[in-house]
């Protein structure tokens, strides 16, 4: 039985686990929960549309939102559902935004949309798009280690201090090396 909830119910719990979540990342980490759970139960998480944008996947009336400072009360999610953020931000929450900008434009879902937006438009992420993008490429593996919020933020202790100065831009490579 499908039990969506708001996208907003879904930024909470990343901003939850990710604490200082960037606007850019947390709308490409609501895109990879959204795959992943609809690939996983086949319904969908939220009830919002992602569309894409110049900078990827957006929920945009999430984002309208919350740049016009309206508010929503939060729904708690299921197990189920906490379950998938919890995958995504194992998977995927080391990444930077640029980095997941970079991901979610070499996938199909993403490039499909683009394909007819038109410039500084958006363009609907059909969900059957995202389920059948995330079935054959972005589920885990049976014997793939699952991680926990913990974990990840053991992981992250002086990331800042290591990056050093000089930063650039990962390549398509070393992003999925470090999915892996």
């Known amino acids: 039985m499908n039990m969506s909830v708001s996208a907003h119910d879904v930024a909470a719990a990343l901003r ?7 606007t850019k990342k947390l709308h490409k980490l609501l895109y990879y929960c959204q795959g992943h759970h609809l690939a996983a139960t086949g319904d969908a998480l939220f009830t919002e549309t992602i ?62 949309a683009n394909e007819r937006r038109l410039p500084q438009a958006s363009s609907r992420i059909e969900l ?20 926990d919020s913990a974990e990840v933020m053991t992981w992250l202790e002086g990331a800042q201090a290591r990056r050093g100065d000089d930063l650039r831009p990962d390549s398509r490579a070393e992003i999925a090396a470090r999915l892996r």
Do not use: C, I, K
């Not at 939850?16 to 960037?22: H, N, S």
């Not at 079935?135 to 991680?147: S, W």
């Open 128 to 147: 059957s798009w995202m389920r059948e993008h995330f079935r054959m490429t972005g589920a885990p593996d049976e014997d793939e280690e699952q991680l």
């Open 51 to 112: 569309s894409a944008w110049d900078m990827g996947p957006v929920v945009g009336t999430l984002w309208h939102e919350e740049r016009t400072g309206e508010t929503r009360p939060s729904t708690p999610l299921s197990e189920g559902q906490l379950n998938t953020v919890g995958y995504v931000v194992s998977r995927y929450g080391r990444l930077t935004g640029r980095d997941l900008e970079a991901l979610t434009h070499s996938e199909s879902p993403w490039q499909r």
């Open 16 to 22: 939850e686990r990710l604490p200082g979540l960037p």
